[in-house]
Nanobody, 115 residues
Framework: QVQLVESGGGLVQPGGSLRLSCAGS????????MKWYRQAPGKERELVAS???????NYADSVKGRFTISRDNAANTVYLQMNSLKPEDTAAYYC?????????WGQGTQVTVSS
C-alpha cells in the first residue's frame, strides 16, 4: 500500500524558512517523480515543485529562487526547502506521486506565514 507522510509545517514569520519532508513507503520510491502541491483556502491546488528520478527539477514561477526540492532515495524521502517565505505562501502543502496512472497524496502539512 502506497503511503506518503508529510511533516515540517508550522507558523513562520515573513522572510523565514521551513523544510518540509515527505516519506514514501509501499512502492519503489527511486523510480518515480515526486511533487509538492499546495492549496490555500478558497483556491485551487497548485503544483509547487517536482523532481524526477534523474534529479531534474521544475518549479512554479512564484517560488523560483526561494524553494528547493530534493530527494534522498536511500531514505525514501523528498524535501521542500522553503526560504524567504511570504504570506502568500500560506497553504496546506501536499506530497504527490503518480504510479501507473494513479495519483497518491499525503495528508498534507499546514504552512502559515504571518507576523
Amino acid at each position: 500500500q502506497v503511503q506518503l507522510v508529510e511533516s515540517g509545517g508550522g507558523l513562520v514569520q515573513p522572510g523565514g524558512s521551513l523544510r518540509l519532508s515527505c516519506a514514501g513507503s509501499g512502492y519503489f520510491f527511486t523510480i518515480y517523480t515526486m511533487k509538492w502541491y499546495r492549496q490555500a483556502p478558497g483556491k485551487e491546488r497548485e503544483l509547487v515543485a517536482s523532481i524526477r528520478s534523474d534529479g531534474s527539477r521544475n518549479y512554479a514561477d512564484s517560488v523560483k529562487g526561494r524553494f528547493t526540492i530534493s530527494r534522498d532515495n536511500a531514505a525514501n524521502t523528498v524535501y521542500l526547502q522553503m526560504n524567504s517565505l511570504k504570506p502568500e505562501d500560506t497553504a496546506a502543502y501536499y506530497c504527490n506521486t503518480r504510479i501507473r496512472g494513479t495519483e497518491h497524496w499525503g495528508q498534507g502539512t499546514q504552512v502559515t506565514v504571518s507576523s
